[in-house]
């Protein structure tokens, strides 16, 4: 599923431009696209985003990644525990 995360439809290149906002929808910095899906409250900070993998495009449908390629990208985590 190559290509640049936004280059499907214009609404969701919108969507994470946040020019005038913090947007909802980004890249982090293992190249997976997420979508912040709530808010938590840490230890003496302002609360945290709580981020989980966007697979299809929210506007268009779309496929942009695959569970495995996020694994793969951010690392899999279910072995630390």
């Known amino acids: 599923m190559?290509?640049?995360?936004?280059s499907c439809c214009a609404e969701l290149k919108d969507a994470m431009s946040g020019e005038e906002f913090e947007?909802?929808?980004?890249v982090g910095d293992d190249n997976v696209l997420y979508m912040s899906v709530?808010?938590?409250?840490?230890?003496d900070e302002e609360p945290g985003m709580v981020d989980h993998p966007v697979f299809f495009c929210p506007f268009c449908g779309k496929g942009l990644q695959t569970p495995e390629e996020v694994r793969e990208k951010a690392g899999d985590d279910e072995d630390d525990a």
Not at 38 to 43: C, I, Q, R, T
Request: no cysteine.
């Open 2 to 6: 190559a290509g640049t995360f936004g």
């Open 23 to 26: 947007p909802l929808i980004t």
């Open 38 to 43: 709530g808010l938590v409250e840490l230890e």
